[in-house]
């Protein structure tokens, strides 16, 4: 039989590797090409980032202190106040600033103590399975038969409200999505050579795990986060409505919307629930865009 050239070699081996990391090189060039692709996620990743910027320097954007009183009540938007005041005259703008802190909290928090929850889990099941995957199951599929918002409110009203309260509620009760996640694709993972090469070989099974397959499972996890955040943005601003959530005076965007509720304010006084409403609205959104680019960018069938 001809043996290939070792020039021809070289030229496939670079093609294929162009296929795997793309024309720019690297597999992070890659990525980031993939996503700038999606300008709504580019847009939302903009909007994302200057919302953490305000909610880390509050005290040197806010105009005022939030729970500062002035001698304006329910006044409009002006000159002082670009926002308006609300029925005690407190800043508006600075309210909405200071609340940001408030949801992002909640977002981040609450996903990273679900995200470590799930994660273990579902490698721990995946990768052991037998009883132990089927007791780990069982569990996960307790908490998923009770209506997930009405969980919530039953334990929130037994535990308190409160914003630690709300961020490990949040995260002690979003995890059983995500272990089903990652124990599909452990299963999946643990049948290929590399693995078997590693037990084969007499690597600990935590290395086998933490090493070898949790690195394979990162990119359904880091999509599965980013919609975990914009679900518990929400699920915040509704307990807060509700007035389990973040208490007055602690500003918080559901709360600030729930001192509105009124028929006279909704249709007389919009500067008081429209601001904390399209903040809602916007921060979930961008959430919402940035996953599904990280979808469509760590999806290894793309090739564009």
């Not at 300008?39 to 919302?51: F, N, P, R, S, Y």
């Amino acid at each position: 039989m001809n043996q290939i050239p070792e020039s021809n070699h070289v030229v496939e081996t670079e093609l294929a590797n162009e296929i795997v990391t793309g024309a720019d090189g690297t597999p992070f060039r890659l990525f980031i090409r993939r996503f700038r692709r999606h300008k709504l996620a580019v847009a939302g990743l903009i909007v994302m980032v200057l919302l953490a910027i305000c909610a880390i320097f509050a005290p040197l954007i806010a105009p005022y202190a939030p729970n500062t009183i002035t001698d304006s009540f329910s006044a409009a938007p002006n000159g002082h106040h670009l926002l308006g005041t609300d029925q005690v005259g407190r800043d508006e703008l600075s309210r909405v600033i200071y609340a940001a802190r408030v949801s992002l909290s909640v977002g981040l928090g609450a996903i990273l103590i679900s995200s470590i929850i799930g994660t273990i889990l579902g490698l721990v099941s995946g990768y052991y399975g037998g009883w132990l995957d089927g007791v780990i199951m069982r569990v996960t599929d307790i908490f998923m038969s009770f209506p997930y918002i009405m969980l919530i409110l039953v334990v929130s009203a037994i535990v308190g409200p409160g914003l630690k309260n709300i961020i490990l509620i949040l995260g002690l009760l979003g995890w059983p999505s995500l272990a089903r996640l990652v124990r599909g694709n452990v299963l999946s993972i643990k049948e290929t050579e590399y693995v078997k090469a590693g037990v084969t070989m007499g690597f600990s099974v935590p290395r086998i795990i933490f090493l070898h397959i949790l690195p394979n499972t990162i990119a359904p996890i880091l999509i599965y986060a980013t919609s975990g955040v914009a679900g518990a943005i929400l699920d915040e601003a509704a307990l807060s409505f509700l007035g389990l959530g973040v208490q007055p005076p602690t500003a918080s965007w559901g709360n600030m919307l729930a001192s509105a509720q009124s028929l006279t304010v909704l249709t007389s006084q919009p500067w008081l629930w429209l601001p904390p409403g399209v903040m809602i609205i916007l921060s979930v959104l961008s959430v919402n865009f940035i996953g599904d680019a990280l979808r469509d960018a760590m999806d290894p069938r793309s090739r564009k």
